[in-house]
């Protein structure tokens, strides 16, 4: 009897074999590392996300607050904070896997205050005048890293002569936070952190974002001596490179908002245009 079921077990078998990957969505190895000929994830900054969720705050920080350590803020005291969600989809068609982030030094470094692991690169905040968002537009590199070549040089100068008021990097855990494509399942695969002696597993699915809400910590830029006027918040995913994507050239985002200061009890504003 079980030698006539071998040839179909055998059928059975290889199809799966065959055919499962094929199924499977592919994706980046351990660490974001490249596995030739798998696709590639493709990051982008949620712009929806971060036009309806502009906040201006006054905020009061000590020595000790993990934001002043890891220098979200400038020092201790009270600070006005322009306060937005910085979203970012996996428009690509590859899954970025990460793993364990104790087993990738060369993507995180450890927070001693937060307990965590921050991966540096993965987003990168900025406050531009509009003449220096548009000269920053007009000249920038879109599918070069910023922290060579001419981009670079390109922050730099915009920092010295003022057009870019604030630029700083955020740390991330990159996580399934939200499904954005209704045609992809909806179970997330990536969900842990980890910590700084706990293992994590981190990643982003394909069709899913990642997601840092207004309310958490240094999810904001110091605003503290911004006049009335006209700016820009851009929020650019992976400037560096560090992760592989299949674009970079649709990395950045940007909201145009009017900045009203405080008078008298009326609070700051920050009007999206
Ligand atoms: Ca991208
Ligand atoms: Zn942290």
């Known amino acids: 009897m079980l030698g006539s079921w071998k040839p179909i077990l055998f059928l059975l078998i290889s199809s799966v074999v065959l055919f499962f ?5 592919a994706q980046t190895g351990q660490c974001a590392a490249v596995i030739v000929g798998n696709p590639l994830p493709d990051l982008i900054v949620n712009p929806l996300r971060l036009k309806n969720d502009l906040l201006v705050t006054q905020e009061q920080f000590s020595a000790t607050d993990c934001a002043v350590v890891e220098g979200c803020v400038s020092g201790k005291g009270k600070h006005q904070l322009l306060r937005f969600t910085s979203a970012t989809p996996n ?8 793993g364990d982030p104790l087993q990738c030094p060369n993507l995180f470094t450890q927070s001693q205050c937060h307990n965590h ?3 540096k690169q993965y987003a990168d905040y900025r406050v531009w005048t509009e003449t220096g968002y548009n000269n920053w537009v007009a000249n920038r590199v879109p599918d070069q890293p910023t922290n060579t070549g001419t981009n670079a040089t390109l922050l730099a100068q915009a920092l010295q002569s003022g057009d870019l008021i604030v630029g700083r990097k955020q740390g991330f855990c990159i996580i399934d936070t939200d499904r954005i494509d209704p045609a992809v399942p909806d179970t997330k695969k990536y969900t842990l952190c980890g910590t700084n002696t706990t293992s994590g597993n981190q990643g982003l699915q394909v069709g899913w974002e990642d997601s840092y809400g207004q309310q958490l910590d240094c999810q904001y830029v110091e605003i503290d001596k911004l006049s009335a006027g ?3 918040v851009e929020v650019q ?5 560090a992760l592989p994507e299949a674009d970079y050239t ?3 985002t940007a909201v145009k908002f009017q900045f009203i200061p405080k008078h008298g009890n009326t609070p700051a504003q920050a009007i999206p245009q």
């Open 117 to 119: 692991l921050h991966f």
């Open 91 to 98: 428009v690509g068609k590859g899954d970025l896997v990460i």
């Open 21 to 25: 990957p094929l199924s499977c969505p």
């Open 250 to 252: 649709n990395n950045s």
């Open 230 to 232: 006209t700016y820009f």
């Open 237 to 241: 995913t992976n400037a560096e490179q």
